[in-house]
Nanobody, 130 residues
Framework: QVQLVESGGGLVQAGGSLRLSCAAS????????MGWFRQAPGKEREFVAA???????YYADSVKGRFTISRDNAKNTVFLQMNSLKPEDTAVYYC????????????????????????WGQGTQVTVSS
């Protein structure tokens, strides 16, 4: 079992920045990749960014160049630095984890899929005002 707890959401004006954190606990050694997703009211949950155990990253086109995913292994924490925020970034942001063998490669496409992830956090609200 892996537990995930997000923090860092809030209200920010367009053009501003926020940094989300996701603290993992439990069987963290089994984590292959961590990802961030978001869900706006009335919309499906969508991929934002992912980072593998090897530190390779992948981003949705909508956030590329504005958001950065990183991690602190010592603290079992993943971060999402969000800059140049837009009103359309408003959503509940979820942290998620994929567990499994590091010898089994998962493609960028796989890591962009909700169904690929085994554990989810409770979400944190990000609201960007215009």
């Amino acid at each position: 079992q892996v537990q995930l707890v997000e923090s860092g959401g809030g209200l920010v004006q367009a053009g501003g920045s926020l940094r989300l954190s996701c603290a993992a606990s439990g069987r963290t050694f089994s984590i292959y990749a961590m990802g961030w997703f978001r869900q706006a009211p009335g919309k499906e949950r969508e991929f934002v960014a992912a980072i593998r155990w090897s530190d390779s990253t992948y981003y949705a086109d909508s956030v590329k160049g504005r958001f950065t995913i990183s991690r602190d292994n010592a603290k079992n924490t993943v971060f999402l630095q969000m800059n140049s925020l837009k009103p359309e970034d408003t959503a509940v942001y979820y942290c998620a984890a994929v567990v499994g063998s590091r010898t089994f490669y998962r493609s960028d496409y796989a890591l962009s899929r909700v169904a690929e992830y085994d554990y989810w956090g409770q979400g944190t609200q990000v609201t960007v005002s215009s």
